[in-house]
């Protein structure tokens, strides 16, 4: 698995996961289609993606992030600087938890300051620009990479309702 597999697997989710044409999912992802391509091949091996019915296994994806995604792409929050908020610093965590403490992806386009959190790829910052739900399932994943107790298990339950549930 490849961080890049996650931002693909989650692009699926929100494009309603028979949405597997790789030319339309690689521009909105700022990437190449041989990148999608390599990354289907190996969600697929992973039992992740059900390629022939072009399904994401929701379940089994659901375990992976939920048990395994901070200790196969850990990530501690680095130095202050300017960035699109992610964690609990976006929505829809900000909602539940409020802190004086932001967590950002670094970018110029940004308007908040705080700890940098390395995105899972780094065409993401571009990529949810144009899609807010790519972007609120991003950020609870970061939750779970970076956050205490407390900003996993909000994020654990709003990711099963939008994965699992479908909410």
Sequence with gaps: MSPL???VLLKIICSGDHSLNQKPMAE???MSQSEISKSLARSQYAGLLDLPVKKVRKLAFM???QYGIA???PQQPGA???GIPTSHSAPP???HIQSTEHYVWPSGKGTVRGHS???LYHSVVDAVQNDPKLYELLAMVDALRVGRARERTFAIE???KRIVDGE
């Design 5 to 7: 597999d996650v931002v």
């Design 28 to 30: 909105s992802l700022f």
């Design 63 to 65: 375990d992976f992030l």
């Design 71 to 73: 200790y196969v792409f």
């Design 80 to 82: 202050v600087v300017r």
């Design 93 to 95: 965590l900000n909602s």
């Design 117 to 119: 959190i390395i995105p």
């Design 158 to 160: 709003e990711l099963r």
